[in-house]
């Protein structure tokens, strides 16, 4: 019994190989975040420099200038969901708002912490920033006003080191040195801890 049909074997090589850069070089000093667009085009960095980068993210090369208004080390960056805007929070205790196709800054710094804001975030929508803070709060921001929105929502004991909505907007959850977690309403500011942690 013979088989009607044989194996084939093929061989090649690619042309060439789509590598990506393995090092990105561009900041003065440390990287302490970073985020992608929305749509997967950019990666945005923020630095110990004081300065926030755009970088293309299929071939690691920065677009356009440094973003700068900080006067501290930035430690949070995040896209809106619409892609159009930036916002970073500093240890100069602000938050900003920059335009992603620009880099221009948009109105002035978001101000009411008292200590560095080590994380931002918009909520699905758009429509709201949070911050979270070494002052052991959270604030929300009316992204198109910039105003606060509501008093700081306090509960923590100690720095605030991230917050983030969750995917219907209804909840804001953070996480601090305090050893807990809390969600929060988003609504009505109220949040729980959720404890555990030693």
Known sequence: MGFTKGIKMLRGKLSSWRALPLTWIGHAKGIACMSYSPNGQHVISGSYD????????????????????????????????????????????????????????????????TSSVSSVAYSPDGRHIISGSDDNTIRIWDAETSAAVGKPLEGHTDSVLSVAYSTDGRHIISVSLDKTIRIWDSETAVGKPVEGYT
């Open 50 to 113: 004081r300065t926030i980068l755009i970088w293309d993210a299929e071939t690691g090369v920065v677009i356009g200038e440094p973003l700068k208004g900080h006067t501290l080390s930035v430690r949070s960056v995040a896209y809106s969901p619409d892609g159009r805007h930036i916002i970073s929070g500093s240890n100069d205790n602000t938050i900003r708002i920059w335009d992603a196709e620009t880099g221009a800054a948009v109105g002035k710094p978001l101000e009411g912490h």
